[in-house]
Nanobody, 124 residues
Framework: QVQLVESGGGWVQTGGSLRLSCAASGGTFSSLAMGWFRQAPGKERQLVAAISWSGVTRHYVDSAKGRFTISRDNDKNTAYLVMDNLKPEDTAVYFC?????????????????WGRGTQVTVSS
């Protein structure tokens, strides 16, 4: 049973940066695709970024391209999301997820394991 724990959320001003971390335990981290989702009030959970087990394949939502970077350190069993040039519309609860494949990453139902989320608030 894989467990995921997010950290690194907080409050930042527009244009600021945050690095989210997702620590995994209870499974073979290096074999798992990892993803970051976010959910704002009144909206559905949305894929922000995903990365394959090898780190070769990466996906980003259009609004995150050029600003967010997903990465992983398999030696530390940890995935990261570096968020630069944050905007108020990035405000949401950010969730870490894991699955056996990065295919169809945009579908919430595909992901097998979830963290509990961390709040990111970007003020004007």
């Amino acid at each position: 049973q894989v467990q995921l724990v997010e950290s690194g959320g907080g409050w930042v001003q527009t244009g600021g940066s945050l690095r989210l971390s997702c620590a995994a335990s209870g499974g073979t981290f290096s074999s798992l695709a990892m993803g970051w989702f976010r959910q704002a009030p009144g909206k559905e959970r949305q894929l922000v970024a995903a990365i394959s087990w090898s780190g070769v394949t990466r996906h980003y939502v259009d609004s995150a391209k050029g600003r967010f970077t997903i990465s992983r350190d398999n030696d530390k069993n940890t995935a990261y999301l570096v968020m630069d040039n944050l905007k108020p519309e990035d405000t949401a609860v950010y969730f870490c997820a894991a699955a056996t494949s990065v295919l169809q990453a945009e579908y919430v139902e595909k992901w097998d394991f979830w963290g509990r989320g961390t709040q990111v608030t970007v003020s004007s």
